[in-house]
Antibody, heavy 122, light 107 residues
């Protein structure tokens, strides 16, 4: 069974930093592109960042480019999101999501974690 | 950025009725469109990808149509567990975007 477990969320002051982690199990992690998607309280979904299976391709939403860094450690079956210069508008539940297909980055997300809440407030 | 506009914002229907949800893209996205279902307190669930392909384990009452700029998700006969929020998502470039969602509520 595919499992994605996010951690690292919490309360941080504006301008602060936070590092999210996503522990993957139940599938060959190194074969799949991985993604972060967020959802502000009571709002819709927003794609944040994607990383290909070998980290060769990395993409960011304009709203986080230059502040967030996605990375992965295939040996540890883990995905990360380093978030710097955090703003109030970054407050959201952050989901880790696995691509639908092995090897080929489909851009669709079949498996999701339960999310971790990041609150940016003074 | 490709903007996806979903309509209606809320759909009030009874179990057994047919639901038709719309998603309009600000520019053509070919067939690179997906639909997700989200229930309160849960992560989204992929229903449809490439406009009309059902994801693994998704019941046949869910169907999608496209391509181009106007897409539709149809639920042929609503079951009690189908009342939820539905989002469309495009991936025509590597900057994916979501629509604002349609809430399907019990009438």
């Amino acid at each position: 069974e595919v499992q994605l477990v996010e951690s690292g969320g919490g309360l941080v002051k504006p301008g602060g930093s936070l590092r999210l982690s996503c522990a993957a199990s139940g599938f060959t992690f190194s074969s799949y592109s991985m993604n972060w998607v967020r959802q502000a309280p009571g709002k819709g979904l927003e794609w944040v960042s994607s990383i290909s299976s070998s980290s060769s391709y990395i993409y960011y939403a304009d709203s986080v480019k230059g502040r967030f860094t996605i990375s992965r450690d295939n040996a540890k079956n883990s995905l990360y999101l380093q978030m710097n210069s955090l703003r109030a508008e970054d407050t959201a539940v952050y989901y880790c999501a696995r691509d639908l297909f092995r090897y080929d980055s489909s851009g669709y997300w079949e498996s999701w974690g339960q999310g971790t809440l990041v609150t940016v407030s003074s | 950025e490709i903007v996806l506009t979903q309509s209606p914002a809320t759909l009030s229907l009874s179990p057994g009725e047919r639901a038709t949800l719309s998603c309009r893209a600000s520019q053509g996205v070919s067939s690179y469109l997906a639909w997700y279902q989200q229930k309160p307190g849960q992560a989204p669930r992929l229903l449809i990808y490439d406009a009309s392909n059902r994801a693994t384990g998704i019941p046949a009452r869910f169907s999608g149509s496209g391509p181009g700029t106007d897409f539709t998700l149809t639920i042929s006969s609503l079951e009690p567990e189908d009342f939820a929020v539905y989002y469309c998502q495009q991936r025509s470039n590597w900057h994916s975007t979501f629509g604002g969602g349609t809430k399907v509520e019990i009438k």
